[in-house]
């Protein structure tokens, strides 16, 4: 699975305090594919590789946790939360 450009633009804080919003069901569809994603490539037994360019949040974090070799510039910042 090749993904160029991957960005889930979600901001976890937003989607917290925001629950009855109509943004939430969408959001909480956007953090369940990241989580199919995540999982499909943890029970993979093909070789993966993410290669992270530019900081990243969120999914852009988690995802390349389980690829088996991860590349990132050294300006990167990783901010989970």
Sequence with gaps: MVVEGFSNGLNLNFIQNYKEDEFYDASMAN????????????????????????????????????????????DVILNPT
């Excluded at 994603?37 to 993966?48: D, E, G, P």
């Excluded at 852009?60 to 991860?70: T, W, Y």
Aim: proline fraction near 2%; aromatic fraction near 6%; charged fraction near 15%.
């Design 31 to 74: 953090i369940k594919a990241i989580n199919n994603i995540v999982r499909q490539l943890h029970n993979t037994k093909a070789f993966s590789a993410s290669i992270i360019s530019k900081s990243s949040g969120a999914g852009g974090v988690f995802v390349p946790l389980v690829a088996d070799r991860v590349f990132c510039n050294r």
